[in-house]
């Protein structure tokens, strides 16, 4: 949820700067500007994320998978935040559709904490293959379907959402608006 909330805050400063509009006249194209808000929140998201997973669980953790989940997480909410992000201008304009997403986007997790709660839709919230997906890298039960089951649907859903803020980000970001 950090990255999301990081990648909205970078697209407000670059509008009040002026840099979105210096970076339109520029030859590279929307996607340079998407993957560099990918790779700040990467690097971000690798350190925290390291840092976190090694003083709290130390190295009995398979942290090549675990990489991979926090990069597919990390780059899905990168997206989210930069689709939603370009139709604010600044935080207090963002902070209530951003609460929004943020509660529908932790709906599994309370689903997780509260199996009562756990209702049908929530396995399509992209969220949820990052609850479930953290909880088995952490505590291993064996799965061998940890990919197919929990990861490919996430990764598809990213796959949409990027299409999806290329899309937006074309549209009304690079566009004088």
């Given at each position: 949820?950090?990255?999301?909330?990081f990648?909205?805050?970078?697209?407000?400063?670059e509008?009040?700067e002026?840099?979105i509009?210096?970076?339109?006249?520029?030859p590279?194209?929307?996607w340079h500007?998407?993957f560099?808000k990918?790779?700040?929140?990467?690097?971000?998201a690798?350190?925290?994320?390291?840092l976190?997973s090694?003083?709290?669980?130390?190295l009995?953790?398979d942290?090549l998978r675990?990489?991979?989940?926090?990069?597919?997480s990390s780059?899905?909410m990168?997206m989210v935040g930069l689709?939603v992000?370009?139709?604010y201008?600044?935080?207090?304009?963002?902070?209530?559709?951003a609460?929004?997403?943020?509660v529908?986007?932790?709906l599994p997790?309370?689903?997780?904490?509260?199996p009562?709660?756990?209702?049908?839709?929530?396995?399509?919230?992209?969220t949820?293959s990052l609850v479930?997906?953290?909880?088995?890298?952490?505590?291993?039960t064996g799965?061998?379907d940890?990919?197919?089951?929990l990861?490919l649907?996430?990764?598809?859903e990213?796959?949409?959402?990027t299409?999806?803020t290329?899309?937006?980000i074309?549209?009304?970001?690079?566009r004088?608006?």
């Amino acid at each position: 949820f950090l990255g999301f909330f990081f990648v909205a805050v970078m697209v407000f400063q670059e509008k009040a700067e002026g840099s979105i509009r210096a970076f339109r006249v520029t030859p590279m194209s929307s996607w340079h500007y998407i993957f560099s808000k990918v790779v700040a929140n990467l690097a971000v998201a690798f350190v925290y994320g390291a840092l976190i997973s090694l003083l709290t669980l130390g190295l009995q953790v398979d942290y090549l998978r675990l990489f991979l989940l926090l990069a597919l997480s990390s780059f899905m909410m990168t997206m989210v935040g930069l689709l939603v992000g370009v139709f604010y201008t600044g935080l207090s304009d963002f902070v209530y559709a951003a609460m929004v997403i943020v509660v529908v986007l932790g709906l599994p997790m309370a689903g997780y904490l509260v199996p009562a709660l756990k209702l049908p839709f929530f396995d399509y919230i992209p969220t949820y293959s990052l609850v479930f997906g953290a909880k088995e890298i952490i505590f291993p039960t064996g799965r061998t379907d940890f990919f197919g089951e929990l990861m490919l649907p996430l990764l598809l859903e990213t796959v949409v959402i990027t299409l999806l803020t290329k899309w937006v980000i074309d549209r009304r970001l690079m566009r004088e608006v």
